[in-house]
């Protein structure tokens, strides 16, 4: 009996062991389910969440380089009565806009120029047609160095009369040597010219094919013999009349502000050194953009 007592015993012992490693197999065999079930809900994406919410969040939208920001977004979009003046919007009362690059900018931040004949791809896009009162082997096509608003160094062009060009070298040479910024330097096409206004722009050019404002006369811009530098900055007025129509915060022009031209600064210097007469000193309008050869 001690015999079979011993081996009831052990059977005993053998069983229990045998319970105790099953229940342990099933403890392990439960871990992963149960860590699975805390892992799935993150991958997931949950039902009450909306697909936006998985949306990447947007680039910042404001992004300054020195003083200057990017164009408002609904800048050249807004369709206004031609010369009726407005209120400047609060985002151009010290207008300092990041020039987008048209031609590729110096890649040394150097002044440098170009002048030579006129591309007929150029032409094609300028406002120039037979009809105007120059001829096309009278126009040089030019591009010059300009200091943008945003203090980098750009490439702009300009269509202007032969017998000018160097000149206009010259004195272009002279505003990025004193950090005189202008916004944008770019050739108009006929397309711009005739767009509905949107008292807004602010391209520096040269060559436009067209009467002078409220006149049969051509301008001197269609002969090439006229530059208007930053017409938002240096708007054009005649009694209620004002061009850009936006522009009316700069018709104060005790309040200095960069890209302004004036007698105190580098622009009126500028053009004077080569013999160009300021808008700005008419007495029966005022038209501060405009740099002529003959101050018409």
Known sequence: MPKAGAR??????????????????????????DRQAAVTPSLAPSPSKSPAAHTPSPSPTVIRVGNATPAPRWLGTRV??????????????????????????????????????????????????????????????????????????????????????????????????ANFPIERMH??????????????????????CRPVRGQSAWSQHSYGLAVDVNPFQNPYQKGKVVLPELATSYLDRAKSRPGMVAHSNAAVKAFASVGWQWGGDYRSLKDYMHFSANGG
Request: hydrophobic residues 45%.
């Open 8 to 33: 009831a015993a052990l059977l005993l012992f053998l069983v229990g062991c045998i319970s105790l490693a099953l229940g342990a197999c099933s403890s392990v065999k439960a871990a992963p389910t």
């Open 80 to 177: 206004l009565t031609t010369g009726v003046a407005k209120p400047t919007p609060p985002e151009l009362r010290n207008r300092s806009i990041i020039t987008v690059d048209d031609l590729p900018p110096p890649a040394d931040g150097r002044f440098h120029a170009t002048n030579r004949a006129v591309p007929a791809d150029v032409l094609a896009r300028s406002t120039w047609t037979k009809g105007c009162p120059v001829a096309a082997t009278d126009l040089r096509y030019l591009t010059v160095g300009f200091r943008g608003f945003d203090g980098r160094a750009h490439t702009g062009e300009l269509l202007v009369n032969a017998k000018a060009a160097n000149d206009l070298i010259k004195v272009f040479r002279q505003l990025f040597a």
């Open 187 to 208: 050739i108009s096409s006929a397309a711009d010219l005739n767009a509905p206004s949107t008292g807004d722009g602010n391209t520096t050019e040269a060559f436009a």
